[in-house]
């Protein structure tokens, strides 16, 4: 069974920065991409930042130059740097993996979500 750990949310003020990190583990031959969405309050999910297997990314306009999404060292983890956060940033981070491969096929997997709120 895949899962999908997030850390590194929390309370933060505005212009302030926060690292989120996710993990996937279990019996995982491969994952095409992963990355961030978000939900605010009312909102719908929507993405954040995404990062391929070979490197590339995409970013929601309103977070590029403030975001940064990154695969780590460790296989199948991703991080996202957050700097300059606006209030407006703040919702429920879901940490996503598009087309994980493993011995039951291929399936998408969200983690179970992170609270980043942006306040003074």
């Known amino acids: 069974q895949v899962q999908l750990v997030e850390s590194g949310g929390g309370l933060v003020q505005p212009g302030g920065s926060l690292r989120l990190s996710c993990a996937a583990s279990?019996?995982?031959?491969?994952?095409?991409?992963m990355g961030w969405y978000r939900q605010a309050l009312g909102k719908e999910r929507e993405l954040v930042a995404r990062i391929t297997n070979g490197g590339s990314t995409n970013y929601a306009d309103s977070v590029k130059g403030r975001f940064t999404v990154s695969r780590g060292n460790a296989k199948n983890t991703v991080y996202l740097q957050m700097n300059s956060l606006k209030p407006e940033d703040t919702a429920i981070y879901y940490c996503?993996?598009?087309?994980?491969?493993?011995?039951?096929?291929?399936?998408?997997?969200w983690g179970q979500g992170t609270q980043v709120t942006v306040s003074s």
């Open positions: 279990g019996s995982i031959f491969s994952i095409n991409a």
């Open positions: 996503h993996a598009d087309n994980a491969l493993t011995l039951r096929g291929v399936k998408d997997y």
